[in-house]
């Protein structure tokens, strides 16, 4: 037995010998987050302060830089001594790590189903009993019904509202969930969500807040952004949205009302195929309109698109001088096959990481 001393909470549990740092945490009530239990997505990312750990299977989310760094997997690790871990790479607030794990199965059933624009559509689940309980930026897997798979997708709606799941749903020709959304989600049927899981979140600090979304990556930031007002911060907010076409943006009313809520917020929407010749908005690529704007070193910047996207923009981003450990962000891939097994020990295909 071995104890687990969990900075800066300063607080802490008992590991058995043969368990791991997630696997004590977990059933002392705790939570440290985690995704795959794999060593396979790095959510459970932890820094080791102090004593030793062996690691246990694989553990290729990790980096020669980040072990370099002292930071160790919590699902691939087991203490060979009384250990210290800081929590703060994974993001783990302290009201979620006394809260315990609140990754659950949910029951709920299709509200509705919206066309938002040719290939992204709204989709509202009712959660049925107690509602979901999740930190904005986080993600569910939703159960395709009459099939055995998954899909992951950010919830759109702020933690206030926990009853229902909202979800931002890019469509595909041949996906399985497109499929079952254009011929299947009749009003009122079942579907079984799991989750939450991820470790986006918003970090409430002195630092203006940045936001930069692409496609349908709107959903985890707008989540936010409802998060932030309902909070009443009191701090600057701009978001950039990029499209191809005006027909590309979505949402756009809906972002201004909730941005009027919020004590200064800037909305710049970016076009970068075709625009109307009355378009007062951005045009170019989201990063040209980045590096036109000019971020100052002072803000905490999230982002969520294509992974060409990040790509592009973390550099420009820290390059005008954004601290890499202000920048956080999600860049999803089209759904990636999932059975309902795997979704219960779940395989993110969702990345969600930090710049650095
Ligand atoms: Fe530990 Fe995925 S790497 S939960």
Same mark, same amino acid.
């Given at each position: 037995?071995?104890?687990?001393?969990?900075?800066?909470?300063?607080?802490?549990?008992?590991?058995?010998?043969?368990?791991?740092?997630?696997?004590?945490?977990?059933?002392?009530?705790?939570?440290?987050?985690?995704?795959?239990?794999?060593?396979?997505?790095?959510?459970?990312?932890?820094?080791?302060?102090?004593?030793?750990?062996?690691?246990?299977?694989?553990?290729?989310?990790?980096?020669?830089?980040?072990?370099?760094?002292?930071?160790?997997?919590?699902?691939?690790?087991?203490?060979?001594?009384?250990?210290?871990?800081?929590?703060?790479?994974?993001?783990?607030?302290?009201?979620?790590?006394?809260?315990?794990?609140?990754?659950?199965?949910?029951?709920?059933?299709?509200?509705?189903?919206?066309?938002?624009?040719?290939?992204?559509?709204?989709?509202?689940?009712?959660?049925?009993?107690?509602?979901?309980?999740?930190?904005?930026?986080?993600?569910?897997?939703?159960?395709?019904?009459?099939?055995?798979?998954?899909?992951?997708?950010?919830?759109?709606?702020?933690?206030?509202?926990?009853?229902?799941?909202?979800?931002?749903?890019?469509?595909?020709?041949?996906?399985?969930?497109?499929?079952?959304?254009?011929?299947?989600?009749?009003?009122?049927?079942?579907?079984?969500?799991?989750?939450?899981?991820?470790?986006?979140?918003?970090?409430?600090?002195?630092?203006?807040?940045?936001?930069?979304?692409?496609?349908?990556?709107?959903?985890?930031?707008?989540?936010?952004?409802?998060?932030?007002?309902?909070?009443?911060?009191?701090?600057?907010?701009?978001?950039?949205?990029?499209?191809?076409?005006?027909?590309?943006?979505?949402?756009?009313?809906?972002?201004?009302?909730?941005?009027?809520?919020?004590?200064?917020?800037?909305?710049?929407?970016?076009?970068?195929?075709?625009?109307?010749?009355?378009?007062?908005?951005?045009?170019?690529?989201?990063? &040209?309109?980045?590096?036109?704007?000019?971020?100052?070193?002072?803000? &905490?910047?999230?982002?969520?698109?294509?992974?060409?996207?990040?790509?592009?923009?973390?550099?420009?981003?820290?390059?005008?001088?954004?601290?890499?450990?202000?920048?956080?962000?999600?860049?999803?891939?089209?759904?990636?096959?999932?059975?309902?097994?795997?979704?219960?020990?779940?395989?993110?295909?969702?990345?969600?990481?930090?710049?650095?």
């Amino acid at each position: 037995m071995n104890r687990i001393q969990v900075e800066p909470f300063g607080r802490g549990f008992d590991c058995a010998d043969d368990e791991t740092v997630l696997e004590g945490a977990l059933r002392h009530g705790v939570l440290l987050r985690y995704g795959c239990k794999h060593g396979g997505c790095g959510t459970c990312t932890v820094r080791l302060v102090d004593g030793d750990v062996e690691e246990h299977g694989s553990s290729f989310a990790l980096s020669p830089g980040d072990r370099a760094a002292d930071l160790i997997l919590a699902c691939a690790s087991i203490p060979l001594e009384p250990c210290v871990i800081d929590v703060e790479p994974s993001g783990l607030t302290e009201e979620e790590y006394l809260s315990g794990d609140r990754s659950r199965p949910h029951d709920t059933r299709v509200g509705a189903v919206r066309p938002l624009t040719g290939d992204i559509a709204a989709v509202s689940l009712d959660v049925v009993g107690d509602p979901i309980a999740f930190t904005a930026g986080q993600f569910v897997n939703v159960e395709i019904p009459g099939t055995e798979l998954v899909r992951t997708f950010s919830l759109a709606n702020a933690p206030s509202d926990g009853r229902r799941i909202d979800l931002i749903v890019k469509l595909y020709p041949d996906g399985a969930f497109s499929r079952f959304l254009r011929e299947g989600a009749v009003a009122g049927l079942p579907v079984r969500v799991l989750g939450p899981y991820g470790r986006l979140r918003i970090h409430l600090s002195h630092r203006d807040v940045l936001m930069i979304a692409g496609g349908s990556g709107l959903a985890p930031l707008l989540s936010m952004l409802r998060d932030l007002a309902d909070r009443d911060f009191d701090r600057p907010v701009t978001l950039f949205f990029g499209a191809r076409t005006a027909g590309d943006l979505y949402l756009t009313d809906e972002i201004r009302r909730v941005g009027s809520r919020l004590r200064a917020f800037e909305f710049r929407p970016v076009l970068s195929e075709s625009w109307p010749a009355d378009w007062a908005g951005e045009t170019g690529l989201v990063t &040209d309109a980045l590096s036109r704007w000019r971020p100052r070193l002072a803000h &905490d910047v999230y982002l969520c698109g294509p992974p060409p996207m990040i790509d592009a923009a973390v550099p420009l981003l820290t390059a005008a001088g954004v601290r890499p450990r202000n920048v956080y962000f999600d860049a999803f891939t089209p759904a990636t096959p999932m059975t309902r097994t795997a979704a219960l020990d779940p395989i993110i295909d969702v990345m969600t990481s930090r710049a650095e």
